[in-house]
């Protein structure tokens, strides 16, 4: 123990001789006020595990506590800090600054999101849209009435869609889809995946709803397949391949 | 920057930074889909001018023998050949062909939809262009 401690004593002042600074750049736009935005540059010091969101607290503590950021556990379960970090879409309380691999780092809100103020954005249409394709499972039968208590499934059916409830609802997906950049009626790819999720669930029988829900022109044919959604999400959800497999439902590929 | 949406608009659509090869893909799939509806637009307005009698159509066909002119024509030969050979995976990956399967993800999350097959197609897409391109231009330039 005494050479565990002893190690951990040597070790401490060669952690804080790591400590580095980077520039951070926060977007500041207030749409009651600001005709466009304007961005504020804090130099703030790090360590190899801070987070751009730690950073951002930071600036909030010490320098300027009317920025406007919205967050809540730090650790990539409630999808409120997403944010666009140095051009691309990302949780802030899943970035580390050291991964970065820039002296600089960018702050703005997420694209395709109206903002409320500075990296704060409204989530309304992507419940909304979340809502509109019915995120429950649907049965004509139910629990009062059958006997079976239980829906049960095969661990082969849960796979199916195990990895499509994962979605925090953080919206990165929807911010990277350049679809969405053109057509702000999209559904978008964070409401298609959590059709298939349903779809491909051995219990709910509302298949036919929901396919006829995305069936539409602002639907899933206006999905290009450029994959930017699955490249951004923070959970592993994939949404393109759940939007390939719902097409492939629609086109017949797929039973 | 608008108060309401947010959207980035035709700017933001085009950038394909930060999001991979799949991203480039999109674009020129996207540029020479309507580089190809321009080019059929002009086809049909070219061969019209048949109507001209043969003099007409000689010399609207002489604009395609000038160096111009087989510039234009190398650049509808590679944007024919990325177009078709992107467009057969992009048709596989929505009929659900190609894109992975469905899987608890493990950390870093790499997507399975993003896979090797789609981006050797992908880089096959662009390679058969290019080469389909020189080919042109070594017919239309090498008399």
């Known amino acids: ?255 | 920057m608008t108060k309401d949406e947010n959207n980035g608009g035709i700017k933001r659509m085009v950038n394909p930074n930060r999001f991979g090869i799949e991203r480039i893909a999109y674009l020129l799939m996207r540029l020479t889909g309507l580089g190809l509806l321009g080019y059929f637009i002009a086809h049909v307005y070219e061969t019209s001018n048949i109507l001209r009698g043969r003099m007409g159509w000689d010399d609207f066909l002489a604009m395609t023998q000038t160096t111009e002119g087989h510039i234009f024509l190398v650049l509808v030969i590679g944007m024919c050949v990325f177009h078709t050979g992107n467009g057969i995976r992009i048709m596989l990956g929505h009929g659900g062909v190609g894109v992975g399967k469905p899987a608890r993800p493990d950390y870093p999350y790499d997507p399975a939809s993003q896979n090797y097959r789609h981006k050797i197609g992908i880089y096959s897409s662009i390679v058969l262009a290019a080469a389909a391109m020189m080919y042109g231009m070594a017919v239309m330039f090498g008399e």
Request: hydrophobic share 35%; charged share 25%; with cysteine.
């Open chain 1, 1 to 255: 123990m005494a050479q565990v401690s002893s190690t951990a004593d040597e070790q401490a002042p060669n952690l804080l001789s790591t400590s580095k600074s980077v520039l951070l750049k926060i977007s500041r736009f207030n749409p009651e006020s600001d005709d466009s935005s304007k961005f504020m540059e804090f130099s703030i010091p790090y360590q190899k595990w801070t987070t751009v969101l730690e950073a951002i607290l930071d600036v909030k503590k010490h320098f300027d506590h009317s920025v406007a950021v919205r967050y809540s556990c730090r650790q990539a379960t409630c999808g409120s800090c997403g944010m666009l970090i140095n051009g691309k879409p990302r949780l802030a309380c899943f970035t580390k600054i050291s991964e970065l691999d820039s002296d600089v780092v960018t702050v703005e809100p997420m694209n395709n999101f109206p903002v409320i103020r500075d990296l704060a954005v409204r989530f309304e249409k992507l419940f909304d849209k979340h809502q509109k394709i019915k995120p429950y499972v649907i049965r004509d039968d139910t629990e009062l009435e059958s006997d079976q208590r239980e829906f049960l499934q095969s661990p082969e059916e849960v796979e199916q869609y195990i990895q499509f409830a994962n979605c925090i609802k953080c919206g990165l997906c929807n911010s990277a889809c350049p679809t969405m950049a053109t057509d702000s009626s999209f559904v978008g790819p964070q409401a298609l995946a959590q059709a298939y999720r349903y779809v491909a669930d051995s219990r709910d029988k509302g298949n036919d709803d929901r396919l006829n829900i995305i069936d539409e022109s602002h639907g899933i044919w206006r999905c290009h397949f450029a994959g930017s959604c699955s490249q951004v999400c923070p959970k592993g959800v994939d949404p393109a391949m759940g939007i390939q497999f719902l097409r492939g439902y629609l086109l017949g590929f797929r039973n």
